[in-house]
């Protein structure tokens, strides 16, 4: 069965850096792209980041353009997160989820991991 | 802010039938499919209504979507206590080149 397992979460001071994993499995991770969406504590969904099935495209929200970097190794069925000048409003459970349906007018989010918790806070 | 706008909480009694609203642009709702979440307390979300009005495997028929220009809908039929959960939209943004969400809508079974 489908499964994606997040690792890497804690609690690290503001400025800091994090790397989260999204570890998959069940499926051919690289015919699939996989999105990153994070929930602040008592908050809604927000989407994180997005990337590729074959890593040629990435896209970002705005609030963490330039501070985070979305990667993949399908090697390693694994998707990354890379989170540096973290702020305390970065303060979330970040689940990976993937992308059904190539064409982003179909597209949904077919499959979540169970979220890794990321504190920021000194 | 978030990009669609749905009502923060909606209520009814067990039975009842609900409508959530979802309400967006042309460069979302208005030239793509919507999906919609479902998310209980402490777990993961999970897709409830794909490409507006499909329910994958396991989502009983009382759980309906349909689409009408920028806005879409969720509908709940024969509402049990077991619903009470938050629930949220989502679709591609074009001008964006963003996934957008609503801002949630929560809602009680009384």
């Known amino acids: 069965q489908v499964q994606l397992v997040e690792s890497g979460g804690g609690v690290v001071q503001p400025g800091g850096s994090l790397r989260l994993s999204c570890a998959a499995s069940?499926?051919?991770?690289?015919?699939?792209?996989i999105h990153w969406v994070r929930q602040a504590p008592g908050k809604g969904l927000e989407w994180v980041a997005f990337?590729?099935?074959?890593?040629?495209?990435?896209y970002y929200a705005s609030s963490v353009k330039g501070r985070f970097t979305i990667s993949r190794d399908n090697s390693k069925n694994t998707l990354y997160l890379q989170m540096d000048s973290l702020r305390a409003e970065d303060t979330a459970v970040y689940y990976c989820?993937?992308?059904?349906?190539?064409?982003?007018?179909?597209?949904?989010?077919?499959?979540w991991g169970r979220g890794a918790l990321v504190t920021v806070s000194s | 802010q978030s990009v669609l706008t749905q009502p923060p909480s909606i209520s009814a009694a067990p039975g009842q039938k609900v409508t959530i609203s979802c309400s967006g642009s042309?460069?979302?709702?208005?030239?793509?499919?919507v999906s919609w979440y479902q998310q209980f307390p402490g777990t993961a979300p999970r897709v409830l209504i794909s490409?507006?009005?499909k329910r994958p495997s396991g989502i009983p028929d009382r759980f309906s979507g349909s689409k009408s220009g920028t806005s879409a809908t969720l509908g709940i039929t024969g509402l049990q206590t077991g619903d009470e959960a938050d629930y949220y939209c989502?679709?591609?943004?074009?001008?964006?080149?963003?996934?957008?969400f609503g801002g949630g809508t929560k809602l009680t079974v009384l």
């Open positions: 989820a993937r992308k059904k349906n190539s064409d982003w007018i179909l597209s949904f989010l077919d499959y």
């Open positions: 042309s460069s979302n709702i208005g030239n793509n499919y």
């Open positions: 989502g679709t591609w943004d074009n001008s964006l080149s963003a996934w957008v």
């Open positions: 490409e507006t009005n």
């Open positions: 990337i590729r099935s074959d890593g040629s495209t990435r």
């Open positions: 069940g499926f051919t991770f690289s015919n699939y792209g």
